[in-house]
């Protein structure tokens, strides 16, 4: 007797179409791996008079960062892949650039924006190609991220301003 092979994922998606949504989330994770560092850095290195503010700020971020890192995750598996995992392959892969020895809080904050514009705009390649295949996790969770990360944007530009 044959082996029976399906064209859908335990979640009742086309393979195809959830192979994509893998990739994509595997850049995601890649991008917030090293915006995670990133921000966990610059908490560590902040210098200056809004330094307890900043400390406390770049603390949030990490944290946050972390907890979607695991989330991010947990979806490449449930769509049935294995997520990056190793820092050759984040650094590899990320748009986030890594950032060394700075202590500047305007430079900081900077990297901060221009880390989440980076996470933003593969957060709605996402969501659209979620979108596309009725994906509604994938698509609820980058929404959610989306919403979130538009108001720290905002937030962290009104400082830089």
Known sequence: MAKKTTKLT???????DSKKLGDKLNELLANYQVFYINSRGFHWNIKGDKFFELHAKFEELYSDSQLKIDEIAERVLTLGFTPLHSYSDYLQVSKVKEVKNVSN?????????????????????????????ADEGTSDLMAGYIREQEKQVWMYNSFLQ
């Open 105 to 133: 809080d305007r430079e900081c904050v900077q990297h901060i924006v221009d880390g989440f514009r980076q996470v933003l705009n593969i957060e709605r390649e996402v969501l659209e190609a979620a979108d596309e295949v």
């Open 10 to 16: 335990q979640i009742g998606l086309e393979k195809k």
